[in-house]
Every structure is written in structure tokens, then in C-alpha cells.
Nanobody, 126 residues
């Protein structure tokens, strides 16, 4: 069973930066592609970024391209989401989620995510 724990959220000013972390335990993170999602109050959850098992391919939502960067360190069992040039509309709870990569060293992001973290709040306000 894979467990995911997000951290790094908080209050930030517009134009600032945050780096979110998603730490995994229970299974090697390299077995999974990892997505970052967010859900703002009153809105549906949306995927913002996803990274393949080896980190060689990423998938980013149009709304965050150029500002969000997803990366991973499989040796540390951690995935990161660097958020730059923060905007008030980035305010949301951010979740990481894992999808099974079938034991493949090179497996691109799919559409199914089987494990979810508890989320970390990001609030962007002056």
C-alpha cells in the first residue's frame, strides 16, 4: 500500500513562489506516475501536472504552463511541484496522487490514480 504526504503549502504573496513536496512510503515511488491536482472552493478538482515514472515526460495543464514545474527524485521517494509567479487564482488545496506504472521503468502518465494524499493548502493573498 502506498502512502502519500504533501507538504510545503502555506500563505504566499502574489508573484511569489512555493515548492510543494509529495513524499511516498510503503512502496517505491518509481513504480508510479504521479500527478498534482488542486481543488479551489466551489470548484471541481483539476489536474495541474503529471510526471512519468522515470521523470522523462510531463503533462501540464494549459492554465499553469510556464509557471508550474513538476519533478521527481525517485531515490528520495519524493515528487515536487515548483510554483512560480503565484496568482490569487492558484489558491486551492493541492493533492498528489499516484497511478500504477506496471513496474515499468518508463511509463507515461495515465488517467487513473489509485492513491491520494491528504492535501496541502496554498493561499495566495497580499
Amino acid at each position: 500500500q502506498l502512502q502519500l504526504v504533501e507538504s510545503g503549502g502555506g500563505l504566499a504573496q502574489p508573484g511569489g513562489s512555493l515548492r510543494l513536496s509529495c513524499a511516498a512510503s510503503g512502496n517505491p515511488l518509481s513504480y508510479y506516475y504521479i500527478g498534482w491536482f488542486r481543488q479551489a472552493p466551489g470548484k471541481e478538482r483539476e489536474e495541474v501536472s503529471c510526471i512519468s515514472t522515470d521523470g522523462g515526460n510531463t503533462r501540464d495543464a494549459d492554465s499553469v504552463k510556464g509557471r508550474f514545474t513538476i519533478s521527481r527524485d525517485n531515490a528520495k521517494n519524493t515528487v515536487y511541484l515548483q510554483i512560480n509567479r503565484l496568482k490569487p487564482e492558484d489558491t486551492a488545496v493541492y493533492y498528489c496522487a499516484a497511478g500504477w506504472g506496471w513496474g515499468s521503468k518508463y511509463y507515461e502518465c495515465g488517467q487513473e490514480f489509485d492513491y491520494w494524499g491528504q492535501g496541502t493548502q496554498v493561499t495566495v493573498s497580499s
